[in-house]
């Protein structure tokens, strides 16, 4: 099948961030599909379309610059810009089927005039529920907007053949807003074993290299550094850990909206390059070594019931890394790190959470056990391949129904 797939933040393992849309696409082609993306660059707005083939797939890039310094306006103008120019080029694709990923919300836009002009069925996947989580974090307060932004959730909604959410919640959250429960499929995030089940003495290699490093114990976190994620919380944790006169230490790897800020709360907690470190943005290509050397992940987000269904990438990296997660967040990934044993459900109080992750950072059989685990569980649900196979039968179905 010929499968017009848009993202307007598609990014490959050379950049530094989640590669959800690659694998699966790459996935697809590699299957017999005819993949075509269109997404932006992010680095700079220019007219006109760049066209190259990766992995199988032929990719579409329009300049639509985004980055963390853009105002809430510039940023919904960049939507808008890319959904504009996405729309006429997806139609060209004469694809079979038109597959979008949200977010932003507004990918469905051009991904539904594209699918009604070549008569073609859309597939819609929600990545977060929106405008639900901006409006929970008062990023959205416009009553005009917020209505606007629902009308167009559940026009979505209503026009997709099928769509995929990444989590139970997400996909009890679609229902709920008015798609049928047999047209939704749930397709998390996922383990990328290829990438990440490296032999150990790669991580030794990499730990070598750091001269801050030493034979510290290290936790990481790689992600983004956005406001929903609250890793400032990170540079409290650091600080009660040195309190503590543990010598485990923590790396932040991502970029985003609060990284000047969790640098300056560390610089005056007096953690910044003694304990806690920010390592900057790095390509998801170098993240396998630096988890092959860590002791355990992190994953964090505020405290917000809308937060609670996410899918972070950082948490099923971990997994395939064959590594402990430690979370300070509920949710359903909470749920599967308590039943299958595979890290910690960390309190929110950072002394607290010291005391218990100093315990564990001091016992190698449980972080052994529990680094066990976490690829056990990966294997056994999270598979990017399998996922892979999920999605293509989803926009098979989704072809066949419209048949």
């Not at 220019?46 to 990719?59: D, L, N, T």
């Not at 809430?72 to 694709?93: D, H």
């Not at 995030?189 to 001269?211: K, M, S, Y």
């Not at 607290?352 to 680094?371: E, F, I």
Request: a positive charge; charged letters at 20%.
């Amino acid at each position: 099948m010929k499968i017009a797939y848009l993202h307007q933040y598609f990014l490959e393992p050379s950049d530094g961030g989640g590669t959800r849309s690659w694998e699966l696409g790459r996935r697809l082609a590699q299957a017999g599909h005819e993949v075509t993306v269109i997404t932006s660059d992010l680095r700079v707005n220019r007219r006109g379309w760049q066209v190259e083939c990766k992995a199988g797939m032929e990719i579409h890039r329009v300049g639509v610059r985004y980055d963390n310094g853009l105002s809430y306006r510039q940023r919904i103008a960049a939507f808008l810009r890319f959904a504009t120019a996405a729309g006429p080029r997806a139609r060209a694709t004469g694809a079979d089927v038109v597959f979008a990923t949200s977010t932003p919300l507004t990918i469905a836009l051009p991904a539904m005039f594209a699918a009604r002009t070549l008569g073609v069925p859309f597939v819609f996947e929600v990545r977060d529920l929106w405008p639900a989580v901006p409006i929970a974090m008062g990023a959205l307060r416009n009553p005009a907007l917020i209505a606007a932004a629902q009308s167009l959730e559940r026009l979505a909604y209503r026009e997709a053949a099928q769509v995929v959410a990444l989590s139970p919640g997400m996909q009890a959250g679609v229902v709920a807003a008015g798609a049928k429960p047999s047209q939704v499929t749930m397709i998390p995030n996922a383990c990328d074993f290829e990438l990440f089940d490296v032999e150990p003495e790669v991580g030794a290699r990499w730990r070598a290299e750091q001269g801050w490093l030493g034979d510290r114990p290290l936790l990481v976190y790689a992600g983004t550094l956005g406001k929903a994620n609250g890793a400032g919380w990170l540079a409290e944790l650091a600080h009660a850990l040195a309190r503590r006169g543990s010598s485990a230490c923590i790396a932040v790897v991502g970029d985003g909206w609060e990284r000047a800020q969790i640098q300056q709360r560390a610089a005056r907690l007096g953690v910044l390059d003694n304990n806690f470190f920010m390592l900057g943005s790095r390509p998801k290509s170098s993240i396998p070594a630096l988890l092959s050397g860590a002791s355990g992940a992190l994953s964090t987000f505020l405290q917000l019931p809308a937060l609670r269904d996410n899918s972070a990438n950082k948490f099923f990296d971990a997994l395939a890394a064959g590594k402990p997660v430690f979370l300070n967040h509920e949710g359903w990934l909470a749920d599967l790190v308590r039943e299958r044993d595979c890290g910690l459900v960390m309190p929110r109080d950072v002394g607290q959470a010291a005391a218990v992750l100093a315990a564990k950072l001091n016992d190698p059989t449980w972080l052994a056990r529990a680094g066990a685990a976490a690829a056990q569980l990966g294997r056994e649900r999270f598979d990017r391949n399998d996922h892979a196979r999920a999605l293509e039968a989803v926009l098979t179905r989704a072809i066949a129904r419209a048949a």
